[in-house]
């Protein structure tokens, strides 16, 4: 029990309040994420029915290849815009305007009459996509506390999954234009609900617009009154302080921070001091190329390259039962996955996760080489549809699933919420986005390539290699980032801390610090 102003006691707001107003003002968000999913993965379901289709519209093989990656190359467009249109609309809105583009793909996609307007509606679903990563990362990292952060962002790993699910679906169920046509309603759905939830805190203090950031906070927080979340509140409006001051000023280490008259330059001036002093800065070059290196080593493990074109890959395999089936019964798989990598980041945290199944999706690739290499003629490629062998084994379809379980657990999305700061949150996780679908785009348009030269068994031994190196990496330098707030996480970036993980194994071949050296310790522990 507390005393407020009155000198009363009240109580304390229940935990299950406060999780529960948070998944609410995530809902719309998960209905964001779910059209993503269905956008990424729609592909899928159509390839099969294009690829040297005897009727309607038909690709090539070679088509097929850049059909299978145009989203990806498209998406890094979408993700350079969607900083500035954070940063100036705010969250709230941004989660509402970047639905347009995905209302326009799926009509289009129903509509697709030849080769050319396939591939728009494809390249429109891809830079939708790109858009929605920014607002949709940044929104979830800065409502939720820092004890249900790492829950609450994994969880929306898995509404991208449930998306997924829902596309494979309906591409099994209804021929691909009808899927498309159902596919709409959901960013219309997503446009309504985002008009129910509040906007970020942390925005509206960045606008000065204090008394609605305190009215959101105390939505976020279960509803309660301002007493309640004075302490929270009041480190806010520090943090709001300390990002409304001029950068220039200080950098510069003058007393006068605001109002000054660097307020007054013109719009190249400002874009000039904006990418000196906020995005080349330490704060966002550590965790900028943190994270580029493990969307790297993530995209090029596996899963990724294989997406587009799973369900002939499944067949080139050998699998036991329908394609199609396979990949709708992986699409379900990803929703559970998601759900038990959030509560296993409440026991372990992120580093631990990451590594161990970074290190396990390398083993099942390594695995799946090994099959191919023993069990499959040399000449079997999953593009090549008259090289698929009559066999129907099990062992293939259980590395698949091992896979995807291992690939899935892996979160370098749920890194974007929290690594950058507040300042730099919007362009570095944009550009971090575009980065990503970058790698993805190079993943899945050179698997045509590596199995074309490689065969599928030197394909996935390349796949591997990239894991175990990234394991690797990761291990050396991801730090834990779990239960701490967005202030100590920009804290430790902004410090001249060297950014190696605290682990047993890597402490013992660095020097003890001498006294008064703590700032060489690093702040984020395993």
């Known amino acids: 029990m507390t005393n407020n102003q009155n000198g009363q006691e009240r109580k304390p707001v229940s935990r299950s309040r406060v999780i529960l107003s948070q998944v609410l003002a995530c809902l719309a968000l998960d209905f964001l994420l779910i059209g993503l999913g269905m956008s990424i993965s729609f592909v899928t379901m159509v390839l099969p029915d294009v690829l040297d289709a005897k009727e309607g519209v038909s690709i090539t093989k070679k088509q097929a290849s850049w059909f299978g990656s145009m989203a990806f190359l498209c998406q890094p467009f979408g993700s350079l815009f969607s900083g500035p249109l954070l940063d100036y609309f705010g969250r709230k809105r941004a989660l509402f305007l970047v639905n347009i583009p995905h209302v326009i793909a799926w009509l289009l996609m129903h509509y697709a009459w030849d080769v050319p307007s396939l591939f728009i509606a494809n390249a429109l679903l891809g830079i939708g996509t790109g858009i929605m990563e920014a607002p949709s990362i940044t929104y979830v990292g800065e409502v939720s506390d820092p004890s249900l952060r790492g829950l609450l962002t994994t969880l929306t790993n898995g509404f991208t999954s449930a998306g997924i699910f829902v596309a494979y679906l309906l591409g099994t169920v209804l021929p691909w234009r009808q899927a498309a046509l159902v596919a709409l309603t959901v960013p219309l759905l997503t446009m309504l609900l985002v008009l129910l939830v509040p906007e970020t805190p942390v925005?509206?203090?960045?606008?000065?617009r204090k008394k609605e950031a305190l009215q959101s906070?105390?939505?976020?927080?279960?509803?309660?009154?301002?007493?309640?979340?004075?302490?929270?509140?009041?480190k806010l409006i520090q943090y709001g302080d300390q990002i409304q001051q001029c950068m220039i000023c200080i950098k510069e280490q003058k007393s006068e921070t605001t109002n000054c008259e660097h307020s007054r330059m013109n719009i190249f001036q400002k874009i000039k001091y904006k990418v000196k002093y906020i995005l080349l800065v330490k704060e966002t070059t550590k965790p900028l190329l943190l994270v580029m290196a493990y969307f790297l080593f993530h995209s090029m493990s596996g899963f990724m390259a294989i997406r587009p074109n799973m369900v002939n890959f499944c067949k080139a395999l050998g699998m036991k039962y329908d394609s199609k089936v396979i990949v709708v019964f992986v699409g379900a798989a990803l929703i559970p996955i998601n759900f038990v990598a959030a509560i296993i980041i409440k026991y372990i945290g992120k580093r631990k996760l990451i590594l161990s199944a970074l290190l396990c999706n390398?083993?099942?690739?390594?695995?799946i080489s090994i099959y191919a290499a023993t069990s499959l003629a040399p000449d079997v490629c999953s593009y090549e549809l008259n090289t698929f062998p009559k066999n129907e084994d099990i062992l293939p379809l259980v590395l698949l699933i091992l896979l995807v379980f291992f690939n899935s657990l892996g979160i370098p999305w749920v890194l974007l919420s929290e690594v950058f700061s507040f300042r730099s949150r919007g362009i570095a996780t944009s550009i971090a986005a575009a980065y990503s679908y970058v790698v993805y785009f190079v993943a899945t348009k050179t698997n045509y390539n590596l199995e074309t030269l490689f065969h599928l068994s030197g394909t996935f031994a390349f796949y591997a290699a990239f894991g175990?190196?990234?394991?690797?990496?990761?291990?050396?330098?991801?730090?834990?980032?779990e239960r701490k707030s967005l202030a100590e996480i920009e804290a430790y970036f902004k410090g001249n801390k060297r950014v190696y993980a605290d682990?047993?194994?890597?402490?013992?071949?660095?020097?003890?610090?001498k006294d008064n050296q703590d700032a060489d310790k690093p702040m984020l522990v395993n």
């Not at 925005?203 to 000065?208: A, D, P, R």
């Not at 175990?468 to 834990?480: D, K, R, S």
């Not at 682990?503 to 610090?513: A, H, Q, V």
């Open 203 to 208: 925005w509206l203090l960045s606008k000065g």
């Open 217 to 234: 906070l105390c939505r976020l927080r279960g509803w309660v009154k301002p007493e309640d979340v004075k302490e929270e509140f009041d």
């Open 362 to 367: 390398a083993l099942c690739c390594l695995a």
């Open 468 to 481: 175990i190196a990234g394991t690797i990496y990761l291990y050396l330098f991801l730090p834990e980032t």
């Open 503 to 513: 682990d047993c194994l890597i402490n013992s071949f660095r020097k003890k610090p």
